[in-house]
């Protein structure tokens, strides 16, 4: 038997992309993305590989301003990759006729290709939403399930 603590597989997050338009009037983008939440493991081998990451990106600056050869970057996992394994669905997404577009990999990853930083913005999102505050008031107040004391 095992314990079910979260009966949903997945969560929702805000999320937003600021497009460059008119002069200081930028295009914001808003919507929302669905995650699914990774086990402990997965969580480790991501939050792992995310370190890895800036530390290469910290040894490509360093060489720069000591002005030594700069090694090539190579990302451990780049946002696309986070975003293939966590993302499930979303809202906000319409086609020319403004009609709404499910939510598919193919989808997600058409809308990352015509649209520069779409894929860096819902890497964003779910970075931020993964981890929510474990301050119990807020949490409670802001929660559909009802405490599990009295």
């Given at each position: ?51 890895l990451n ?47 577009v499910p939510?598919?990999?193919a989808a ?43």
């Open positions: 038997m095992s314990v079910v603590i979260n009966p949903h597989p997945a969560f929702w997050a805000p999320g937003h992309l600021v497009i460059p338009d008119q002069p200081d009037k930028p295009f914001v983008f808003k919507y929302k993305a669905r995650f699914r939440h990774l086990s402990e493991a997965e969580q480790k081998d991501l939050d792992d590989k995310i370190a800036q530390e290469r990106q910290q040894a490509h600056f360093q060489a720069i301003l000591k002005r030594e050869p700069v090694p090539k970057f190579e990302a451990a996992i780049t946002d696309k990759e986070i975003v293939a394994l966590v993302m499930v669905d979303w809202e906000g997404f319409t086609d020319a006729e403004k009609k709404p939510y598919t990999p997600r990853d058409q809308a990352c290709a015509d649209t520069r930083g779409l894929d860096a913005s819902f890497c964003r999102a779910y970075l931020e939403a993964r981890n929510p505050s474990q301050v119990l008031k807020d949490a409670e107040k802001n929660s559909e399930a009802p405490p599990a004391t009295t």
